[in-house]
């Protein structure tokens, strides 16, 4: 079982920053694939950024070169750096790791855009 606790959402102006921070829990943290992922009203679930146990990272058009993802495998922490926001980036931020085939998922956090 993997626990995964969010933090860092909150309200920003568009055009500004935001870092979320993922602390997980085992001993096994850098065999985790970790991912961010975001859900809007009325809107599916949709992957924002990827990274594998060896560091490659993958994300969306919609956010590619404006959001950085990272990891701190002596925290057992993952982040997610977001830069030039839009009010379309509003939405719930979740955090989420793939080991031993399964997806973990943690509580959320809110990321609202908004002047």
């Known amino acids: 079982q993997v626990q995964l606790v969010e933090s860092g959402g909150g309200l920003v102006q568009p055009g500004g920053s935001l870092r979320l921070s993922c602390a997980a829990s085992?001993?096994?943290?850098?065999?985790?694939?970790m991912a961010w992922y975001r859900q809007a009203p009325g809107k599916q679930r949709e992957l924002v950024a990827r990274?594998?146990?060896?560091?490659?990272?993958n994300y969306p058009t919609s956010v590619k070169g404006r959001f950085t993802i990272s990891r701190d495998n002596a925290k057992n922490t993952v982040y997610l750096q977001m830069n030039s926001l839009k009010s379309e980036d509003t939405a719930v931020y979740y955090c989420?790791?793939?080991?031993?085939?399964?997806?973990?998922w943690g509580q959320g956090t809110q990321v609202t855009v908004s002047s």
């Open positions: 085992g001993s096994t943290f850098s065999m985790y694939t």
């Open positions: 989420n790791c793939f080991y031993t085939q399964r997806h973990y």
């Open positions: 990274i594998s146990s060896i560091g490659l990272t």
